[in-house]
């Protein structure tokens, strides 16, 4: 598989109401950007997760694969972890398998670190390849990493995730909006109000893949190993 990606948020909340939106099915789907369903099918207690995620890539077309999921909730440095392997089928599907974890990593100052590192293939051969390097993997790690600020809005501010999504749409047609006028109107202030659209921050409510990390912080044995997939990944099976 290509470069891997990886996303970073810093959380200000408990672990456990963190570990609860990103492990239940139906909390989940609500902030992640990537899905649009997700379901658990039934299996044996202490086995690790099936489940199946499904993917609206047009009105009405649900793009739908398969996964598994394993979690380890409990651990001697008081992180937790989970690992996921997933496939889709569907000629739609720009992904064939793919594979990936969760960490979280609590920090001494109150909160947690909020990290993924994943990895994919991508379909169509050459043509795939080189669509998913110039277009699709810079899309997905943009995706990730704004569905991880839209979670922190809401564990910290209590910003549902819907709400959240307004925000953004509302905030981006705002800034377009002043850039068409601007243009349209040919005021000379134009390109001081096209540059002020695409660099000024968003506003606290709004979420913004800028501030989460895109890369392994730091250097040293402990960066390591938060950005290394944990064992867990090599014993899950392909779904």
Not at 107 to 131: M, Q, S, V
Not at 217 to 233: F, I, S, V, Y
């Amino acid at each position: 598989m290509g470069g891997g990606l990886y996303v970073e948020a810093r959380i200000r909340d408990g672990m456990d109401r963190v570990w609860e939106r990103t492990q239940d099915p139906a909390r989940h789907q609500r902030w992640d950007l990537r899905f649009t369903r997700i379901a658990y099918l039934p299996g044996a207690e202490g086995e690790p997760q099936r489940f199946t995620y499904g993917v609206r890539v047009l009105p009405g077309l649900l793009v739908a694969g398969t996964g598994i999921s394993a979690g380890e909730r409990h651990r001697p440095d008081g992180t937790r972890t989970s690992a996921l392997r997933f496939a889709c089928g569907h000629p739609l599907s720009f992904l064939t398998e793919g594979r990936g974890y969760w960490r979280y990593v609590p920090c001494a100052e109150g909160g947690l670190r909020f990290l993924t590192g994943y990895d994919y293939e991508p379909r169509w051969g050459r043509p795939g390849r080189l669509a998913d390097r110039l277009l699709f993997r810079p899309l997905m790690g943009w995706a990730t990493a704004w569905s991880f600020d839209r979670l922190r809005l809401w564990c910290e501010r209590g910003i549902t995730p819907e709400r959240a999504l307004w925000r953004g749409l509302g905030e981006a047609a705002v800034r377009l909006a002043a850039v068409a006028l601007a243009a349209w109107a040919a005021l000379p202030a134009a390109v001081p109000v096209l540059l002020a659209a695409v660099l000024l921050p968003p506003l606290p409510g709004t979420p913004a893949a800028r501030r989460c990390l895109r890369r392994p912080p730091g250097r040293g044995p402990a960066a390591t190993a938060t950005a290394t997939p944990p064992a867990l990944l090599d014993r899950l099976e392909r779904p």
